[in-house]
């Protein structure tokens, strides 16, 4: 807990400082607010400092990190007139974390299916024997991906929802051409598909991250095995890049 960053509950002290009773201080990267009923007090985020906007310019809370919490000491003008503490709310942070989570997995679903349907679309299109073995096993992989991440939905009691047509990386990959053609667009379908790896594996990347903040290990191991297949899969396809280029200019009719 390097930085104060999160939702607090605020409790007094010491001082001239009222009981404080149902305040919390919603603090961000820059910016936040006190909140004290209907009433929100904004405030900038200097270092380890809430500078607060007028008309309360000239107050200053000052964090500094405890185990688990902060303590505060409330300045005017820069003499101190009382001291709080700040815990995290609980379930308001964990319950965001958990949408979060939630949200990205799903969505990591809806991209390997439409990662399926591109394979099938590669796959029906490409005549050359070593390519479409590649692209059959990763195929099967991608269909291991899918279910991976259906199991960790479930365990978090959610289920894949409709596809995210026009949302992040499905966005992205709906622009792609999906029904992939014929010898002459070889080297534009390996483009394509060496660009998708890569998407996906950011894609992992960043599940990863949310998953460990989320406290789910499992999700990030999951996130961890299925963006090892994408980089062994991106590998693969740079591997053969000579070849889609042939294959590419014979659909031309160009001489190789």
Known sequence: MDEPVGTWDVERRSGFLPPLLGVRKRIGATTGETVVGPVRVRFDVVGRELRYRAPFAGFVDVLEH????????????????????????????????????????DEA???????????????????????????????????????????????HGAKPSVVREATGIIGALAKMPLDLVRGEKAGRNARDGYAT??????????????????????????????????????????????????????????AV
Do not use: C
């Open 66 to 105: 405890e185990a688990g919490s902060w303590s505060g000491r409330a300045l005017l003008r820069g003499r101190e007139y009382g001291r709080f503490r700040l815990t995290p709310v609980k379930e308001a942070h964990m319950g965001s974390l958990q949408d979060q989570l939630v949200k990205h997995i």
């Open 109 to 155: 679903v809806a991209m390997e299916e439409n990662v399926k349907r591109m394979l099938d679309g590669m796959i029906q299109t490409t005549d050359d024997a070593q390519v479409k073995d590649l692209l059959e096993r990763h195929k099967v992989q991608t269909e291991e991906h899918s279910q991976r991440l259906r199991r960790r939905l479930e365990a």
């Open 197 to 254: 790896e890569h998407m996906e594996i950011a894609a992992y990347q960043l599940l990863e991250r949310v998953a460990k903040r989320a406290g789910d290990e499992e999700t990030a191991e999951v996130a961890r095995q299925n963006r090892a297949d994408e980089e062994a899969m991106a590998r693969s396809l740079d591997e053969h890049w000579d070849t889609f280029a042939d294959l590419s200019m014979r659909g031309e009719g160009a």
